[in-house]
């Protein structure tokens, strides 16, 4: 066995008593002993002035709030591989005492679930302790802050790790429904004469949440919407829904293939994207009173590409919005000629692929009413209706990133190319409209869309 495929023994992870930890980790981790015998020690680190109690409690609590069993085995076993390690990253004493902790670990993982700024404060602590030593690095979204902090946050990671052996999360990498976009697409010889600037009119993926910032403000007015999902999950939706078909047998052919593609789509100008925040935002314990940043933003893109030149395409996202949903169409182009003289032919064919919360692959076709006349209704062929994605994004992420597989874990240069579609409308370069929580957004976002219209909103299954 290669050294990169050596499985890692040892789990560590910083931020182990925050917010994604909370929500995420813990269940992921859960998942992994229960579902896949994870049986290295799991390592949580933080600065809580916390013990090992609280932090098995935590878990508890997450676990308990997740949907999962806490008296069964597998929980009790990982708490029993539970270990705490607290204290400030800036203090060589916690890394002492982490390395004292991975005992004769010989790959640990370390998984950076803390804010970006601490990235290199802690990179470097782990590489002086040795900690870092044969080790992995996964690191958080969002990858710095824009495209120089995400240049310069790779430069200090590259001075102690291999290349190889960062991985960076974007856990929509992780949906099954996302995958099943590249599966259906190339598993089929159908969709790829089709999936083309000949036959697709416009592209819309729209990934709506009902709920607001939450607790999160804090993060969350750093952040905004553009940073937050339209930077990282949006445009890897797009990469999956228009890359170009992968070759060759090499373990990179899919991501040489996404990172050519959103290496095409063209940057983002201050026209191409209208920006909104909720009413009510700006009380949000943590927002800036008077706080710009956004909480909606639809964008229109191009793909600089013999396939895609001309078509537009159309993300949208937002918080308190009147569904949390996230789906994707391909509409095509009308026939060429309007055979039955329909007053109002209002479909055109589509392809819809929902990510969440149900999972359904759908194709939209015009069909005839039954009668004398010669009128038609648009239906939908359901594909595939699942009630959800089974093995939730983080179990599948970690578990790849424990068993040194990268494939579904975003590179260096997708990063860079995703932060330069979007580098130029970051901050409060345009205005930013109010709306009213359970709208779709500012009406100036129809504006955007004009004749390309309208936005397709998504519906409850
Ligand atoms: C996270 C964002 O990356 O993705 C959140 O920080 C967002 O703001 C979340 O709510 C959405 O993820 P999911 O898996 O619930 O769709």
Known sequence: MTEANTNSDALVFFGATGDLAYKQIFPALYGLVRDEGLSTPIIGVAKQGWGLD???????????????????????????????????YNDPKVFAELRKQLGDAQRPLHYLAIPPVLFSVVASQLAKSGCAKNARLVVEKPFGRDRASADALSRILDEYFSEDDIFRIDHYLGKEPVQNILFTRFANATFEPIWNRNYVRSIQITMAENFGVQDRGAFYDEAGAIRDVLQNHMLQILASLTMDPPTGQQHEAIRDRKASLLKAVRTLTTNDVVRGQYDGYENVPGVHPGSTVETFAAARLEIDSWRWAGVPIFIRTGKCLPVSIAEAVVQFKKPPREAFGEIESVGCGHVRFRIQPDVTIALGTRVK??????????VELILTRQ???DKPPYQRLLGDAMRGI???????????????????????????????PGTWGPDEAMQLIAGDGPWLNPKPA
């Open 54 to 88: 609280q932090l098995k409690q935590r878990a508890a609590d997450s676990v308990k709030e997740h949907g999962g069993d806490i008296n069964s085995a597998a929980f009790k076993k990982l708490l029993g591989q539970l270990r705490y390690v607290d204290g400030d």
């Open 406 to 436: 990268d494939e579904l874990f975003t590179r260096e240069d997708i990063v860079d190319a995703e932060w330069r579609i979007v580098d130029d409308i970051l901050g409060n370069v345009t205005p930013v409209y109010r709306y009213k």
């Open 369 to 378: 009413v039954p009668g004398d006349r010669m009128i038609g209704d648009d």
């Open 387 to 389: 009630p959800g994605a």
